[in-house]
């Protein structure tokens, strides 16, 4: 049985940090890639950022690049996200997800919640002005 249960979120002013993570079991022998996708209120669940199963390549969204940081430890079976820097706008329920590919071709992975198929049961992130 897959489990992803994500943990780190919490209230924290603008131009703070927090780090998100994200404790995977179930998943061997397959090695997925690993994402983190929000949804703020009214709105897309939207993808935030990708670590591929090797951890060597890696994707952001531009409203979060240079301020956040994806990374996995294969050894502790989890997932990272640090978060720097953070905005109002960065308010929202983050989700870590495994992907139904390993890596991916050209400069983006699939983006549509549809091309991951386990998703742990989210983690608040609010960020006060």
């Known amino acids: 049985q897959v489990q992803l249960v994500e943990s780190g979120g919490g209230l924290v002013q603008a131009g703070g940090s927090l780090r998100l993570s994200c404790a995977t079991s179930g998943l061997a022998p397959s090695m997925p890639a690993m994402a983190w996708f929000r949804q703020a209120p009214g709105k897309e669940r939207d993808i935030v950022s990708v670590?591929?199963?090797?951890?060597?390549?890696?994707y952001y969204v531009d409203s979060v690049k240079g301020r956040f940081t994806i990374s996995r430890d294969s050894a502790k079976n989890t997932v990272y996200l640090q978060m720097n820097s953070l905005k109002p706008e960065d308010t929202a329920v983050y989700y870590c997800v495994a992907g139904k590919f390993g890596s991916w071709h050209g400069s983006s992975p699939p983006k549509s919640p549809l091309d991951y198929d386990y998703w742990g049961q989210g983690t608040q992130v609010t960020v006060s002005s």
């Open positions: 670590v591929s199963y090797s951890g060597r390549r890696t």
